[in-house]
C-alpha cells in the first residue's frame, strides 16, 4: 500500500472522497463546529527587568552623543600646532597591557 498525502497519485480526489465516506468524517462539519466554538483572543506581554530598562536608557544616551569627541579632537591638534603635546609613554603601555589581558 502507498501512501500519499498529498493525494497525487488519484486525480480528482476520489480517494479522499472514499476516505470521507467511509469514516463518515465531513472535515467542513469540523471547521463549523471549531469556528463556532467561543474563543477569547489571548493577548501576549512582556515585562522588562530593571537592568533591562537600565540598558535600554544606556544604549539611547550612547546613540544620542556623537561617534567622535570634536572638542577633544580640536584640542589636540591644538596643543600639536603650539608644540606643548605631551606622549605618555606609560600611560600608552598600561593602556595597551590592558587591552592585551582584556583580548586574551
Known amino acids: 500500500m502507498v501512501i500519499d498525502p498529498n493525494n497525487r ?37 512582556v515585562q522588562l527587568s530593571p537592568e533591562a530598562m537600565a540598558l535600554k536608557r ?19 591638534k591644538r596643543a600639536i600646532a603650539e608644540g606643548s603635546f605631551e606622549i605618555n609613554v606609560e600611560r600608552i603601555a598600561e593602556k595597551m597591557l590592558q587591552n592585551d589581558n582584556f583580548l586574551g
Do not use: F, Y
Not at 20 to 43: L, M
Not at 61 to 74: C, E, G, L, M
Open 58 to 76: 544606556l544604549e539611547a544616551q550612547i546613540n544620542a552623543s556623537p561617534d567622535i569627541d570634536t572638542a577633544r579632537v580640536a584640542a589636540i
Open 9 to 45: 497519485l488519484n486525480a480528482g480526489g476520489s480517494q479522499s472522497a472514499r476516505n470521507k465516506a467511509a469514516t463518515g468524517v465531513n472535515p467542513s462539519a469540523n471547521s463549523k463546529a471549531s469556528s463556532e466554538k467561543s474563543v477569547s483572543p489571548e493577548t501576549d506581554s
